[in-house]
């Protein structure tokens, strides 16, 4: 099959699923990340006939992008702060939303010796992005699943860095020294929140990195503030990423907690998405 009648066949494969920027995007990858083209190569060469394995590999992907499957888990890895990461369906695909909180955190704090937990770290692309930046960092992250755990010690080995990996429930674990700064991104979307959401997400990323109960939406953050209680540093950081419909009751629960002072950011899309309090 010419290379330029699969664009044609893929475009119409996936029209019902994917708007046609998003099927440019995916055919994009399907150029460069499949058959190592770039795609200028693609517009000077619409009549390259795919061989077996080429064609095998494009049929593979496109019958998994029918499915609804998201391309990240079918390739097996996404970008995350300019970094490739492994993913795969045990832990969330890195969001561009959390490069943003990433950024800031790292806008904020130097390279000197500071301690750093995140909790909640999925394919670790907090810690491991950190590490890279901020060498003198010694960092930990925290999880409950342990073959995102795995995923998450591939990925570290992917960047040449070494995390503190602690496979544990937040609920229940205890065992942690004093740390200058903790980070997470927890699961914050409620329950009721899941009709608006696509099917790419809900039939193929994990339930428990997403969501929680409408009836205790803030679990983790509440569970997050009573370990700053202890194991915060005074003058400490926590930064936070959020459910925006939550910003006020998030306020309302630090000042429970006696953090006086909170700063709030927005995401690319303009929505409060970014906590910071000081301890
Ligand atoms: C929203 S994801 C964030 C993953 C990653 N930090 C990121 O930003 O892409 C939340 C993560 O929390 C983990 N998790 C859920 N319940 C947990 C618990 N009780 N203790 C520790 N981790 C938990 C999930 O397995 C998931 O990896």
């Given at each position: 099959m010419k290379i330029s009648d699969f664009n044609s066949k893929f475009r119409s494969d996936l029209t019902e699923l994917y708007t046609v920027d998003e099927?440019?995007?995916?055919?994009?990858?399907?150029?460069e990340e499949l058959l190592s083209f770039d795609t200028t190569q693609f517009y000077l060469k619409?009549?390259?006939?795919?061989?077996?394995?080429?064609?095998?590999?494009?049929?593979?992907?496109?019958?998994?992008?029918?499915?609804?499957?998201?391309?990240?888990?079918?390739?097996?890895?996404?970008?995350?702060?300019?970094?490739?990461?492994?993913?795969?369906?045990?832990?969330?695909?890195?969001?561009?939303?959390?490069?943003?909180?990433?950024?800031?955190?790292?806008?904020?704090n130097k390279d000197s010796?500071?301690?750093?937990?995140?909790?909640?770290?999925?394919?670790?692309?907090?810690?491991?992005?950190?590490?890279?930046?901020?060498?003198?960092?010694?960092i930990s992250a925290l999880e409950i699943d342990k073959k995102a755990i795995d995923l998450a010690k591939?990925?570290?080995f992917r960047h040449s860095v070494e995390i503190n990996y602690i496979h544990a429930d937040i609920f229940s674990w205890n065992n942690y020294d004093e740390v200058d700064i903790i980070i997470s991104n927890p699961p914050y979307v409620v329950e009721s929140q899941k009709k608006?959401?696509?099917?790419?997400?809900?039939?193929?990323?994990?339930?428990?990195?997403?969501?929680?109960?409408?009836?205790?939406?803030?679990?983790?953050?509440?569970?997050?503030?009573?370990?700053s209680k202890l194991k915060l540093k005074e003058g400490g950081l926590l930064y936070f990423e959020i459910n925006p419909k939550f910003k006020n009751a998030l306020i309302s629960l630090s000042k429970k907690y006696?953090?006086?002072?909170?700063?709030?950011?927005?995401d690319i899309f303009r929505r409060n998405r970014y906590f910071k309090f000081q301890k």
């Open positions: 099927v440019s995007s995916l055919f994009r990858i399907v150029l619409p009549d390259y006939i795919l061989n077996n394995t080429e064609l095998d590999k494009v049929n593979k992907f496109t019958n998994e992008l029918k499915k609804g499957k998201p391309f990240q888990y079918v390739i097996g890895e996404t970008r995350f702060y300019n970094y490739k990461f492994y993913v795969n369906d045990s832990v969330l695909i890195p969001r561009i939303e959390t490069e943003g909180l990433v950024d800031w955190i790292l806008r904020e010796k500071t301690t750093v937990i995140d909790f909640c770290s999925g394919s670790g692309c907090i810690a491991i992005t950190m590490k890279m930046k901020r060498k003198k960092w010694n591939r990925n570290s608006n959401m696509k099917v790419n997400v809900l039939n193929f990323e994990p339930e428990k990195s997403i969501f929680v109960s409408d009836q205790n939406p803030l679990i983790f953050y509440k569970r997050i503030f009573d370990i006696s953090f006086s002072t909170y700063e709030l950011k927005k």
